[in-house]
């Protein structure tokens, strides 16, 4: 098509030149939107029954129940259970001292470092 026929098409039709050359749109913003509907509905969790499984334990929940055992748990443990970089493990460790939990650490006998929680007084 030359470019005297598009502007002749364009002023027939009312719309500017570009609008005038390309093809309606409405079949894809159909889609679109559909798409779009079928993304939100997948997004929103479906009502669970009482019987469902509980939620998962947080990975504090997780180090504070390693660290209630009588032998502590070493920096190797938590990060297993957690996943965490060791600064990460140490920073957690700090934070609860923060929170007023006492933290007692004892070597064993090969020298790895357990942490443990102190029994309430």
Avoid: F
Avoid at 11 to 38: C, F, L, M, N, W
Avoid at 73 to 87: E, K, M, Q, S, Y
Avoid at 89 to 113: F, W
Wanted: without cysteine; charged residues 30%.
């Amino acid at each position: 098509m030359t470019a005297s026929r598009k502007v002749a098409t364009a002023k027939a039709s009312g719309r500017p030149p570009h609008k005038a050359a390309e093809k309606s749109s409405t079949r894809r913003k159909i889609r679109k939107q559909a798409e779009v509907r079928v993304a939100r509905t997948k997004r929103i969790a479906p009502e669970q029954s009482p019987s469902a499984a509980p939620a998962r334990q947080s990975k504090k929940a997780a180090v504070i129940a390693l660290l209630e055992r009588p032998d502590g748990a070493a920096i190797d443990d938590l990060i297993g259970v957690t996943g965490w970089p060791v600064h990460s493990v140490r920073a957690a460790l700090t934070g609860l001292r923060k929170a007023g939990k006492d933290l007692v650490r004892a070597k064993d006998a090969t020298g790895v470092t357990h942490y443990r929680l102190a029994a309430p007084a």
